[in-house]
């Protein structure tokens, strides 16, 4: 695709389909080239650097969630399918946790997000300064539960590129990690129940679990306060 004819808005497509498949070192112009049929600097041309393109593509897809409507009397269920919308995205774009600890990120599309989270939260009766904070502590409770997803997916990319099996080295370590557990008699008791599957599965329902927790919080600060 000559250089003229490409355009700012493929490359970013292109990126974000080269890291969803390959992770953050998969992502390099060389590779990003050969998947628009284009020349590597013809790529740069319109991105300039790698950075840049992760930046770009970082922004867009803060654009796939969901914004709800909010007021007062519906504020806690448009904060619950934030946070989902919030999480799902950050499963689906496994790489984007991960790069948060080595690029820089701006733009409208998570602003966006930003936005509608402080709105959310001051429509359930916290200060700004609150609803920054209430915003922020689901924010990071999100970005927590979505790394399991980016730190499987980058082990398993490292055994594959390794040579190894990693389904097989997963099952060993998890035999290595239950034989050791049965030393502790909580975590014996865990492996022994029905509802563990083994050493290195959450328990069910985990993420659910915690965001209601989270909220059940703020509801019981906003009661305490009379705002409730």
Excluded at 25 to 34: F, Q, T, V, Y
């Amino acid at each position: 695709m000559p250089r003229n004819t490409l355009t700012s808005d493929q490359i970013v497509r292109a990126a974000i389909e080269l890291l969803d498949a390959e992770g953050l070192d998969g992502l390099n112009m060389r590779a990003l080239g050969a998947r628009l049929d284009s020349a590597a600097t013809a790529v740069y041309w319109h991105v300039k650097s790698k950075d840049n393109l992760v930046r770009l593509a970082g922004d867009r897809v803060w654009g796939e969630i969901k914004l709800p409507d909010v007021d007062e009397n519906n504020w806690r269920p448009a904060a619950l399918a934030l946070a989902n919308s919030l999480h799902a995205m950050l499963t689906d774009h496994a790489w984007l946790g991960p790069a948060f600890g080595s690029y820089l990120f701006y733009g409208p599309g998570k602003a966006r997000f930003d936005d509608r989270s402080l709105a959310v939260f001051e429509a359930a009766g916290f200060t700004p300064d609150e609803a920054d904070q209430a915003a922020g502590t689901v924010m990071l409770f999100v970005l927590a539960s979505s790394l399991s997803t980016s730190m499987e997916l980058s082990l398993t990319r490292r055994i594959s590129r390794a040579g190894g099996d990693p389904t097989e080295q997963m099952r060993e370590t998890i035999a290595k990690q239950s034989e050791i557990a049965m030393d502790y008699p909580y975590l014996r008791a865990r492996l022994d129940s029905t509802a563990a599957t083994d050493y290195t599965a959450a328990p069910d329902n985990s993420f659910n679990f915690g965001l209601e927790s989270i909220l059940d919080g703020f509801e019981a600060r906003l009661k305490a306060k009379g705002r409730g």
